[in-house]
Every structure is written in C-alpha cells, then in structure tokens.
C-alpha cells in the first residue's frame, strides 16, 4: 500500500465535497471526513509541496448534481 511522500510509489486519491462536506479516500480507505462551511465553493488546485516531479493520471472533475 502506498504511503504519502513515497516518491516511486502510485496511490488512488479520491476527494468529494458536496455543500459544506468534505470526504478523502487514500487508496479505497476512508482517512477524513469533515464539515467546513467557508470551503461550500471556490477553486479546485492541485499542488506539490516539494521539488520532485509530479506526475497525474486520470484527473477527473465531475459534478455530484
């Protein structure tokens, strides 16, 4: 299983925010669930804390309407 900050490793992130609700998946495992009414709507980021390369693959956007 693939851990954060593994740089030779592939891993499954998974966010959803409906409204106020923010869920992670790392992997198909559940790791935070949370409400925060100042994030309801805004921007979407993807961003690397360090200097390695990143690569993404099957970035997907969908609306949960």
Do not use: H, M, Y
Request: net charge positive; glycine share 8%; aromatic share 8%.
């Amino acid at each position: 299983r693939g851990q954060l900050g593994e740089s030779d490793r592939c891993f499954t992130l998974v966010l959803e925010a409906k409204g106020d609700q923010l869920t992670v998946w790392f992997n198909g495992e559940k790791t935070a669930d949370a409400n925060d009414a100042a994030f309801k709507s805004g921007q979407i980021a993807l961003q690397a804390s360090n200097k390695a390369p990143v690569w993404l693959r099957k970035v997907q956007v969908k609306s949960l309407d």
